[in-house]
C-alpha cells in the first residue's frame, strides 16, 4: 500500500470503529454478551442513527485539518474549539459526546491559554480523549528521525486535552507502534520493536517508575498474551491502549478486530475508535467492510479532508528536499 491507501485505511478505520461503537456505549460487559455486536447499527445510547461518528472522529478530523498548514498547535486548538462551540466536523451538526477532561481544556482554550498546557494535569484527567485523536500525527512524523522531536509533538498534541503523563506515554506507545506497523507488514514484530524502543527511550527520561508501572503488561509482559479477563473496555487511557493492543493483535482483520473491542463493553466507541484506527492502517481500506463504510456519515467529506491532509504531507516532504 502506498502512503495514500495507509492514511485512507487508518482515518476510516477510527470513524467505522467508532460508529459501530456508538449504539452500545455504556452497555456493561455483561450486556454485551447477551447482545453481542455483529453488525453496524443505529440509535442504541445516543439515539443516532446507523453511521454516526462521535467525538473520536470529530477531533481527529480536527486534528488532520489542523495540520494542513504545517505543525502549528494554535490552529489545532482553534479547530477544537470550532468543534465544540459550531459543530464543526459533526456527523449530524451537533456534539452529542464530550469527555469532561476535553470539555475543560476548551475552555482554557477560548480563554487564550498557550494550547499545550490547556490539557488536565491531575491524575484523574487519563480518560482517553487525547489517545482517540492521536492517529493523524503517526503520518505527520513518521519521517521524523530523532525520537526526542516525536515525543516532544505526541507530548504537545496529547497535551492540548491530556497532559498528565499518563496519558502522554500511552499515545508515545500507540504512536511509536502505528509508525513501526507502517514499514512493518508483521504486527508482532513491530510490536516487540516499538516495545524495545519505548522501554529504551523512556528509561532514559528519568520519568516516575510509577508511571511506567501502569504499561507493564504493554512494555515488560506481551499484551496479546494477558487474559481476556484482565482486558477492560473502560474509558480510562490505560485500559483503552490496552484493549485497543489486545483486540488488533489477537485477531487477523479489520471487523474481527473492532467487534472484540465493542464487545468490551462501557466506552466502546472509543475502544474500537482506537483499535480500529491500528486495524485500517496495517489491513487497508478494502479491509473495512464496505457495507459499514458505505453507512458513514459525511463520507465523501472524509475522503476530500484525507486526500487534502495527504497533498500537504507530500508537499511538506518535497519543501524539505527542495
Known sequence: MNLLEKIRG??????????????????????????PVKD??????????????????SLTFCLMEGLLEGYNTKNIADKFIAWYDESYWTAHGNVFDIGVTTRQSIFYMKKGHTP????????YSNGNGSLMRILPLIYFIKNTENIDER?????DISSLTHAHLRSVIACFIYVEYAIELLNNSNKIDAYQITKNRVNTY????????????FYFDI?????????EDRISGSGYVVNSLKASLWCFINTDNYKDAVIKAVNFGEDTDTTAAITGGLAGLHYGLDAIPKAWRDKIAKYNQIEDLIFR???????????KTI
Request: with cysteine; hydrophobic share 30%; proline share 4%.
Open 202 to 213: 523512556l528509561k532514559t527520561k528519568g520519568l516516575n517508575p510509577k508511571e511506567l508501572g
Open 40 to 57: 453496524m447499527v443505529g440509535y442504541g445510547s445516543h439515539n443516532q442513527p446507523p453511521g454516526t461518528w462521535s467525538d473520536d472522529s
Open 10 to 35: 487508518g482515518i476510516i478505520g477510527v470513524a467505522v470503529g467508532d460508529a459501530l461503537g456508538v449504539p452500545y456505549e455504556f452497555l456493561s460487559r455483561d450486556e454485551m454478551k447477551e447482545r
Open 309 to 319: 491532509f495527504y497533498k500537504s504531507l507530500e508537499n511538506e516532504t518535497q519543501n
Open 151 to 155: 515525543y516532544q509533538m505526541i507530548k
Open 116 to 123: 499545550e498546557i490547556c490539557g488536565g494535569m491531575d491524575e
Open 219 to 227: 512494555l515488560e509482559s506481551d499484551i496479546h498474551s494477558i487474559g
